[in-house]
């Protein structure tokens, strides 16, 4: 409807300039100017969806479901889900991304009730879902509810009396196993009761929820105070508040037993560094931000060492102890599985 009666209006400019009717010809141009910006990235849509769309110089401005997003012409390409370009049972890329125009723009757009149709210079078409690409929008992630997570200190994390998970409950159903990875998320720490205690059934239970990580100390760890490991953990001496395994290339976080020396930045940042230190030092030790647990045998509590530091008390008597380290994108792949937004 536009496009008729834009060349209808340069028609009649045409034979008003071959006339000589200037003043009434300039008064058109100039119609025709500003029309012409629009004509470029205005589409009317179908008026069974409510979507409009903008085809600007190098981007796709798109509304749709109440959210407005912008796709760059080269990742609408990249991202094109075509048998030659996308293998849907591998859900892998055929397409070579560095094959793509980086200039590249549509030939067309047209929308075919919720489906939009992108023809490209070489005559490809792709097509995209309206919903799919609001799923994988930058602006649609940004609206994605992911589990909330809470800073909490002692008291708030004892009036909220999170309840813990009974083993065999915790191993024969899902929703429990839901549960307690819904607290986990929440808060960086769950508990699990009643767990026959010997190392084979702690393994069983980590492996309820991701695989076991192998590292220097072995897929499993089991140890007592044992002096001659070289190491504070296998002694009965107070731990300091700390994250593990910080030396690791992929380090958990915080660990102030494991620094190695500070030679990597110059004097002026060394004491800066220092004050640093002493606030985070500080607020760690605060009472109200400490939560004691006393464990016993049959009780396993789990950590998220991004988000939780631990540490205990010096102790006299004789003590066991196990434990692994789980992979953190299989903990959170077992929560999205169960449905959570981990």
């Known amino acids: 409807m536009w496009c008729h009666k834009l060349l209808h209006l340069q028609s009649r400019l045409q034979n008003l300039m071959k006339r000589g009717d200037i003043g009434q010809a300039l008064h058109l141009s100039n119609f025709k100017s500003l029309f012409s910006l629009s004509i470029h990235w205005c589409h009317t849509a179908s008026k069974s969806v409510n979507c409009t769309w903008h085809q600007r110089e190098d981007h796709l401005e798109l509304q749709y479901a109440s959210t407005v997003m912008r796709f760059d012409y080269v990742w609408l390409r990249d991202h094109c889900r075509s048998a030659s370009c996308y293998n849907s049972k591998t859900h892998q890329r055929s397409l070579d991304t560095a094959s793509v125009d980086l200039c590249i723009k549509p030939k067309t757009i ?162 800066r560094w220092y004050i640093a230190h002493r606030t985070l030092t500080t607020e760690l030790r605060k009472p109200e931000n400490e939560l004691w647990v006393k464990l016993k045998p049959g009780k396993v509590l789990f950590i998220d060492n991004w988000r939780v530091l631990h540490g205990r008390e010096s102790f006299t008597g004789y003590r066991q102890l196990c434990g692994c380290y789980l992979t953190r994108d299989d903990v959170l792949n077992t929560a999205r599985f169960l449905g959570l937004h981990a």
């Open 110 to 271: 047209r929308l075919d009730k919720t489906t939009l149709f992108f023809t490209w210079p070489d005559g490809h078409v792709t097509r995209y879902d309206l919903d799919w690409l609001v799923k994988n929008s930058y602006e649609g992630q940004k609206q994605k509810v992911i589990h909330p997570r809470i800073l909490w200190n002692a008291q708030l994390y004892q009036q909220a009396q999170v309840p813990s998970v009974d083993f065999q409950s915790f191993l024969e159903s899902n929703d429990e196993l839901k549960k307690f990875l819904q607290n986990f998320l929440l808060y960086g720490i769950a508990f699990v009761e009643n767990v026959p205690p010997t190392q084979e059934h702690t393994e069983k239970l980590a492996e309820r929820v991701s695989l076991i990580r192998e590292t220097i100390y072995g897929r499993m760890w089991y140890f007592t105070s044992d002096f001659s490991r070289g190491d504070t953990a296998y002694t009965k001496l107070a731990l300091d508040r700390h994250t593990d395994t910080t030396y690791f290339q992929e380090p958990c976080g915080y660990n102030n037993y494991d620094r190695a020396v500070i030679n990597t930045v110059p004097y002026d940042v060394v004491h």
